[in-house]
Nanobody, 113 residues
């Protein structure tokens, strides 16, 4: 059974940092691309960052320079380090095994003024 569990969400003041983790279990495709997505109220889910099997990184323009995606292959865990958070970063953040239907349950990130 494949399982993705996000952690690290919460309430943070604008300008502050927060790091999300996504621990995977039951996944045989350890080297598969992983992505972080987010969905704000009333908006479509969007890609925030992606890390490829060869370390290729992709970021949404809105988070470039502020967010960093990384992975610990030994722990099969992917991280999203978020710095200089803005009010518009408020959303539910989801991790995903790319090119599959495997999603995490989501982690709420709320940025306050």
């Amino acid at each position: 059974q494949v399982r993705l569990v996000e952690s690290g969400g919460g309430l943070v003041q604008a300008g502050g940092p927060l790091t999300l983790s996504c621990a995977a279990s039951g996944i045989l495709l350890i080297a598969a691309d992983r992505g972080w997505y987010r969905q704000a109220p009333g908006k479509q889910r969007e890609l925030v960052a992606r890390i490829g099997r060869f370390g290729i990184l992709n970021y949404a323009d809105s988070v470039k320079g502020r967010f960093t995606i990384s992975r610990d292959a030994a722990k099969d865990t992917v991280y999203l380090q978020m710095n200089t958070l803005k009010l518009e970063d408020t959303a539910v953040y989801y991790c995903k095994v790319e090119n599959t239907a495997y999603w995490g349950q989501g982690a709420q990130v709320t940025v306050s003024a």
